[in-house]
């Protein structure tokens, strides 16, 4: 028989609720990874990404043993993918980040997408260089904000690969849609380049290119500064903040077209959704029919103990009390009373 | 009048917003991403890594905040709100789309009928109280037949006749109604294929069988109904005695291997070269049975012995 899953309080159904598809999606939660031998530099590399990750990211600070381009079972007896499969269930979380050093492929980082649970699609990059973000004796933006990014090369719009690592490195950073951002937040940029294209590579053949002769990637991260220029918009100087990673790319693979196209399905939003919300649920809050946006506030209980009333002298305690000692000036009426009573007893 | 020279001075203060580029940088303003699709400078890049990269980003960045700032914006305590339309840049979503919610048996009624959906009030007036009163809940209104202090008992009542305990199963029957419609619409929901019902019949069947021999005389002396089944145990199988020889050694390696290999073990097998000596048991021999620890204490407290008579000479 069909087992009907039905949470048994409010708390476990909020928790659900959250979990549950949207149609405007929340940020992705990233897991960071380390391997069975992550090193230094991947240690440090992982660490600057997940300071700029913050608050969605979740580290799993343990050595495992996970080869996700490997499809033979290890030694615990299940695949890589399975182990991803179910941490991704665990943590709602659908990207992630994993870090692992071999001789033969010494200092790399693989970024794993999920889509409803499964893998959809991977990169390997290896870290070539790493200045981490402390040795920029430098401000740095607040966790949780959203970093503006900047992709150079033409590659990005051409060439299969750094498509695909442009999506994901947007994933990672970017991927949440929001409807409006205030200006004085923007804080910082993460900038990704390349080496200048080769003259090999050309969009052609794409395919028969090996990881040798692809350019290299530079991720820098900078704060903003924004300067006054005489017009409304301001001048930006950049000054760098750490981390500076130079990435070399290694195996990939892609989604497989049936999963990538449900991936790509964009739900259909009228106006009035984005009115009331974006698909999220907005309390409190509603448009009313001559299109005015009202609002529900709840202002809290009245501490009726501290309000001032009308001072009479009728209502005094002491007065037409012949022998009554006004000890304590009458100030305020309290109306609780208790220190006054203390000390008339 | 020459202003050429304010025009310089105001040069001089302020730096130009405005980026020159070949192609000019795409903005997508509403993930805040600036992609510059110029091929890369191999003479800057060569010369110095780091401020070709800044200014690079600069420059990007510059487009972006440019486009940013000429967005509608709403003023707010801490700054400017700008207005951002929807990102254009496509990436993959990580949860399938929300599927809607199936209507229920009486949703779909309802709507057969053509009846108008209509919010219930959660309060209620009550005439008596002269005030709103839930309509369930904390002294809901439906329980005001149990909690009246007098009820009227029809004539023909039996002597045991409890008008508070029929409202109040009255009631519970009801909430017991809806709870299994509730069920049955969530069921209905996630729908009912003919392959559960194959599996529900096969459980049935199981079930039955389960209990047809789960007595004393495990079945053979129980009354027969009409058209039942004679039971069918299970038959055992074997393998043909004569099997090609290539089938016969992977069955055999196949086996070796499960054998051999550790996903499953829990204690390792000793090596080869220390396979001579059990050191367990020999550990159990010299230690009379009381263990390593035992036999370190009793070396150590020897050794030490030793060291104090050489000094007490």
């Known amino acids: 028989m069909l087992r009907t899953v039905r949470p048994k309080n409010a708390r476990s159904k909020r928790a659900l609720d959250a979990r549950a598809p949207k149609e405007i999606e929340d940020a992705r939660t990233a897991i960071f990874v380390k391997g069975t031998h992550a090193g230094e530099r991947v240690s440090s590399v992982m660490k600057d990404l997940m300071a700029l990750k913050r608050p969605h990211c979740i580290s799993f600070s343990k050595k495992n043993d996970i080869h996700p381009f490997d499809a033979t079972t290890s030694s615990s007896g299940s695949t890589s993918q399975s182990s991803l499969e179910f941490w991704a269930a665990k ?36 870290v070539e260089e790493h200045k981490s973000m402390d040795s920029f004796k430098t401000p740095k933006p607040r966790p949780g904000n959203k970093p503006l990014m900047h ?5 990005f719009d051409t060439h299969p690969r750094f498509i695909q690592l442009k999506s994901l490195l947007i994933s990672l950073f970017n991927g949440e849609v ?23 590579l050309t969009t052609a053949s794409p395919e028969t290119t090996t990881n040798l002769n692809l350019p290299k990637v530079h991720i820098r991260a900078y704060t903003t500064q924004l300067l006054p220029s005489g017009t409304r918009v301001p001048r930006v100087e950049l000054t760098p903040m750490g981390p500076a990673l130079d990435l070399v790319m290694r195996r990939h693979q892609d989604a497989d077209t049936e999963t990538w196209k449900q991936a ?45 009333g009308k001072k009479m002298k009728g209502l005094k305690k002491g007065s037409g009390d012949d022998n009554a000692m006004d000890l304590d000036g009458e100030d305020a009426w309290d109306i609780g009373g208790k220190k006054k009573r203390k000390i008339q007893t | 009048m020459d202003v050429s020279g304010l025009i310089a001075s105001h040069a001089a203060k302020f730096q130009s917003v405005t980026v020159e580029k070949d192609t000019p940088p795409e903005v997508d303003v509403g993930f805040l991403i600036v992609t510059d699709l110029n091929p890369i400078d191999e003479e800057s890049y060569g010369a110095d890594l780091e401020s070709h990269l800044q200014k690079l980003a600069r420059d990007g960045t510059q487009a972006l905040i440019s486009k940013l700032f000429s967005l509608p914006t709403t003023p707010s305590p801490d700054g400017p709100v700008a207005q951002l339309p929807p990102p254009t840049t496509q990436i993959p979503r990580s949860k399938p ?17 053509g009846i108008q959906k ?37 004539l023909n009542a039996d002597v045991n ?24 619409n969530i069921k209905r929901a996630q729908g009912t ?33 009409e058209g039942e089944k004679k039971l069918k145990g299970v038959k055992r199988k074997f393998d043909p005695a004569e099997a090609p020889a290539d089938a016969e050694r992977n069955a055999s390696l196949a086996l070796l291997n499960k054998m051999e290999s550790d996903a499953k073990k829990t204690r390792r097998e000793p090596d080869a070269q220390d396979s001579v000596l059990n050191v367990r048991k020999a550990v159990r021999f010299a230690s009379k049975g009381r263990g390593a620890l035992a036999l370190a204490k009793d070396s150590r407290s020897k050794s030490r012995n030793a060291k104090g008579s050489r000094k007490s000479r």
């Open chain 2, 118 to 154: 209509k919010v219930r009030e959660k309060k209620i007036w009550d005439e008596e109280k002269q005030e709103w009163v839930n309509r369930w809940g904390k002294d809901g209104k439906n329980k005001e037949k149990e909690e009246q202090w007098i009820t009227e008992v029809p």
């Open chain 1, 264 to 308: 790509m399905k964009r739900p259909k939003v009228v106006k009035k959704d984005i009115e009331s919300g974006l698909g999220k649920k907005r309390k409190n809050m509603e448009v009313d029919e001559m299109g005015d946006l009202r609002g529900r506030v709840h202002v809290g209980k009245q501490d009726l103990s501290k309000l001032v």
């Open chain 2, 193 to 225: 294929s003919s392959n559960t019902l194959e599996e529900r019949k096969k459980q049935i069947e199981r079930t039955v069988a389960t209990t047809r021999i789960s007595t004393a005389s495990m079945g053979r002396f129980d009354k027969r109904l």
């Open chain 1, 91 to 126: 943590n709602d979380a659908s990207l992630f980040v994993i870090g692992q050093t071999t001789k033969k492929r010494p200092h790399g980082l693989t970024l794993v997408r999920m889509y409803d649970g499964r893998v959809l699609d991977m990169c390997e990059v290896g």
């Open chain 2, 97 to 113: 789309l929300p599927k809607p919610k199936p209507p229920t048996k009486w949703e779909r009624f309802a709507a057969a009928k």
């Open chain 2, 161 to 184: 006749f409890d008008p508070v305990k029929v409202a109040r199963d009255a009631r519970k029957e009801r909430v017991a109604k809806n709870e299994k419609q509730q069920l049955q």
């Open chain 1, 151 to 155: 992709f150079a090369s033409e590659l």
């Open chain 1, 178 to 200: 929001i409807d409006s951002i205030c200006l004085n937040g923007l804080e910082h940029v993460i900038s990704v380049s390349l080496s200048p294209t080769p003259a090999g």
